[in-house]
Every structure is written in structure tokens, then in C-alpha cells.
């Protein structure tokens, strides 16, 4: 469950003014790397832009790699800060920060998307580890899934004269999400892992199941699932074959359901939240890849994503040994 209603609530604060019309996320981003991208910690805005929070995502690379530009735009910084290179590309209305990387552009370049900018370096909290991608309007961070078409949560943040483009922006890549989802035939026919389960929903993971840094309370606090960035309205199926056990509304869940599964002959159960509606009901028999319901943002949740929660034998486990 995403809890940061209140950190989105003190950034709107934090903007203070109307977005100009030039304040529009580009559409045509890309991810800063190539190939398939792993991302290994999600956008966590802070309460208060002086509290810790993570203001930008993390994605797994090698040492070395090569980082792209996300979308077209003017190199504006590429140096050390902190002891990790740093490059800035400014795209007029917003910036992208990348780091650790070690420049190949130079202040002043015009870059087109998908141009290499320089190279994964070291320091910083990643470390050779990991890109820390970055998403500024002004001195206010965004999540950088928005330019690829994976956050939703930033659409809140724009005034309400911004709202129509920015939800016809969502729409339109949902729809598109949804139709590239049927060029690759049924979701069920995507090879599951050892656990037996498919996934749920084609997006990729934003949050893992674990520890995590509330940015409200600002204290370590259990993420009791595992989160699945997708746009509202994707489908969601069921893993694997089971029984729906219950369908009901919960403050901070949203929308939930609960289906029982018998897995190896163990009791396993499999929990669905904040979607915008389900379409089974409590007794229904689903089978593997049969549609529960639609992705939404009910309940304490920033933007649409699945949180999928598992108990095995009656006792909360990882969703992801599942599969
Ligand atoms: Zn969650
Ligand atoms: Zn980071």
C-alpha cells in the first residue's frame, strides 16, 4: 500500500504556483538504458522536502554501462557534486538528473532521446550499483517512471487546468498498454517460475515486499506486499487457479480481494488492493489468467498500481516466492 497521500498533499504546498502551459512532461521519454530495465527502488517523495524520501528511482545496471538521454533536450550540468558524476538534461519545462555517471556530454550538447550522455560510475548511494534516475519541475521532484509511461502519481500534481491534457496522455497510454497487451497473446501464456504463479498484471515492479522508509512517520515500517506499477484500468489475473474467497473496502486497501489457492498441498492466499472494481465475487472458481478486475488508486495510494500480498499457511510471506 502506497501512503503517501500526505507527501503529495505537502508537495502541492511545496509548488506554491499554477504550472505554466510549457509545465507538460514530455511525452516521447524512453528509459536511460538500453535493453530491459530492472527497477530496483521506486520514487518515495518525502513528507517535507527536508525529510529523507528516495526523489527518484533506481535502476539495476553494470559498471560501465552506457546511460541515455530520456528525452531530447540541452546538457545543463556534467561534473562531480559529492564526490559521483552527475548529468543534468534540461527539456525546457522539466530536467532529468542521472547518477553515478561519468560524463561523455558536455554542458550546452543538444541530445535526442536515446543519445548516449556517459557511463555508470561510482558513489552515491548506488555505487556502481545501480542509475539514480531523477525527474525536476523547478526545486520539485517527480517520479521519472511518468516520462516512460509507468507513474501516474505526478498527473495529482498538476493544476487543474492541466488535468484534461495530462489524463488524455494517461488514457491514450493505457489503451495502448492494453492493446500491446493483447499482441502478446493471453497473460496466462507467460512462463511462470517455480511458485507456478503468473503475473498478475504486465507491469513491472515499483515497490518489493520488505522494510521501507515511511516518508510521513519517518520511521522503518513493513511494505506488507509487493507493488506493480500500471496504468488504471489494466487488466489483473489471477496467478493461478483458486477460489475467491472475498471481496470488500478498506480505508487504506481500497478495493480488495481475496483469493485462496492450494499450491503443492499448502493453504496459500493471494491479496488484490486499491484496483478501481473487481468483476468476481466471493465463491467464484477463477482459472489461471482469468480477469479479477482493473487497476486503480483506491485507498491510501499516490497512483495506480496493483499491491499484491500474500499469506502462506495463514502467514504473510513475499508475493514473489510465488512465482
Ligand atoms: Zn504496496
Ligand atoms: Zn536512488
Given at each position: 500500500?502506497?501512503?503517501?497521500?500526505?507527501?503529495?498533499?505537502?508537495?502541492?504546498?511545496?509548488?506554491?504556483?499554477?504550472?505554466?502551459?510549457?509545465?507538460?512532461?514530455p511525452?516521447?521519454?524512453?528509459?536511460?538504458?538500453?535493453?530491459?530495465?530492472?527497477?530496483?527502488?521506486?520514487?518515495?517523495?518525502?513528507?517535507?522536502?527536508?525529510?529523507?524520501?528516495?526523489?527518484?528511482?533506481?535502476?539495476?545496471?553494470?559498471?560501465?554501462?552506457?546511460?541515455?538521454?530520456?528525452?531530447?533536450?540541452?546538457v545543463?550540468?556534467?561534473?562531480?557534486l559529492?564526490?559521483?558524476?552527475?548529468?543534468?538534461?534540461?527539456?525546457?519545462?522539466?530536467r532529468?538528473?542521472?547518477?553515478p555517471v561519468e560524463?561523455?556530454?558536455?554542458?550546452?550538447?543538444?541530445?535526442?532521446?536515446?543519445?548516449?550522455?556517459?557511463?555508470?560510475?561510482?558513489?552515491?548511494h548506488?555505487?556502481?550499483?545501480?542509475?539514480?534516475?531523477?525527474?525536476?519541475?523547478?526545486?520539485?521532484?517527480?517520479?521519472?517512471?511518468?516520462?516512460?509511461?509507468a507513474?501516474?502519481s505526478?498527473?495529482?500534481?498538476?493544476?487543474?487546468?492541466?488535468?484534461?491534457?495530462?489524463?488524455?496522455?494517461?488514457?491514450?497510454?493505457?489503451?495502448?498498454?492494453?492493446?500491446?497487451?493483447?499482441?502478446?497473446?493471453?497473460?496466462?501464456?507467460?512462463?511462470?517460475g517455480?511458485?507456478g504463479?503468473?503475473?498478475?498484471v504486465?507491469?513491472?515492479?515499483?515497490?518489493?515486499?520488505?522494510?521501507?522508509?515511511?516518508?510521513?512517520?519517518?520511521?522503518?515500517?513493513?511494505?506488507?506486499?509487493?507493488?506493480?506499477g500500471?496504468?488504471?484500468?489494466?487488466?489483473?489475473?489471477?496467478p493461478?487457479?483458486?477460489?475467491?474467497?472475498?471481496?470488500?473496502?478498506?480505508?487504506?486497501?481500497?478495493?480488495?480481494?481475496?483469493?485462496?489457492?492450494e499450491?503443492?498441498?499448502r493453504?496459500?492466499?493471494t491479496?488484490?488492493?486499491?484496483?478501481?472494481?473487481?468483476v468476481?465475487?466471493?465463491?467464484?472458481?477463477?482459472r489461471?489468467?482469468q480477469?479479477?478486475g482493473?487497476?486503480?488508486?483506491t485507498?491510501?495510494?499516490?497512483?495506480?498500481?496493483l499491491?499484491?500480498?500474500?499469506?502462506?499457511g495463514g502467514?504473510?510471506?513475499?508475493?514473489?516466492?510465488?512465482?
Amino acid at each position: 500500500m502506497l501512503v503517501f497521500v500526505l507527501g503529495l498533499a505537502a508537495l502541492l504546498g511545496v509548488g506554491g504556483r499554477a504550472p505554466a502551459a510549457a509545465d507538460v512532461i514530455p511525452s516521447e521519454g524512453r528509459w536511460p538504458l538500453t535493453g530491459s530495465v530492472r527497477l530496483i527502488e521506486g520514487y518515495d517523495p518525502p513528507a517535507q522536502r527536508w525529510l529523507a524520501g528516495h526523489r527518484g528511482v533506481d535502476l539495476a545496471v553494470h559498471r560501465g554501462q552506457a546511460v541515455l538521454a530520456a528525452a531530447a533536450g540541452r546538457v545543463s550540468y556534467a561534473g562531480r557534486l559529492a564526490g559521483r558524476g552527475v548529468v543534468v538534461v534540461d527539456h525546457g519545462a522539466v530536467r532529468t538528473t542521472y547518477e553515478p555517471v561519468e560524463p561523455l556530454a558536455a554542458v550546452g550538447d543538444e541530445v535526442e532521446a536515446g543519445n548516449v550522455i556517459g557511463r555508470i560510475g561510482s558513489g552515491g548511494h548506488c555505487n556502481g550499483r545501480c542509475l539514480h534516475w531523477g525527474l525536476k519541475r523547478g526545486d520539485t521532484y517527480l517520479d521519472p517512471l511518468l516520462l516512460v509511461g509507468a507513474g501516474r502519481s505526478v498527473l495529482r500534481l498538476l493544476a487543474a487546468d492541466q488535468r484534461p491534457v495530462a489524463e488524455r496522455r494517461a488514457a491514450k497510454r493505457t489503451a495502448e498498454a492494453q492493446v500491446a497487451e493483447q499482441e502478446v497473446s493471453t497473460f496466462a501464456a507467460v512462463p511462470s517460475g517455480r511458485g507456478g504463479f503468473s503475473r498478475p498484471v504486465s507491469g513491472g515492479i515499483t515497490s518489493p515486499f520488505g522494510m521501507r522508509f515511511h516518508p510521513v512517520l519517518h520511521v522503518w515500517k513493513l511494505h506488507d506486499g509487493t507493488d506493480f506499477g500500471a496504468g488504471c484500468g489494466t487488466p489483473i489475473r489471477a496467478p493461478a487457479p483458486g477460489r475467491v474467497a472475498s471481496r470488500s473496502y478498506n480505508a487504506g486497501y481500497g478495493n480488495r480481494l481475496m483469493v485462496d489457492h492450494e499450491i503443492d498441498g499448502r493453504r496459500v492466499r493471494t491479496g488484490y488492493n486499491h484496483a478501481t472494481r473487481y468483476v468476481v465475487s466471493p465463491g467464484t472458481e477463477v482459472r489461471r489468467g482469468q480477469l479479477l478486475g482493473y487497476v486503480g488508486s483506491t485507498g491510501y495510494s499516490t497512483g495506480c498500481h496493483l499491491h499484491l500480498m500474500l499469506w502462506v499457511g495463514g502467514r504473510l510471506a513475499t508475493p514473489m516466492t510465488m512465482f
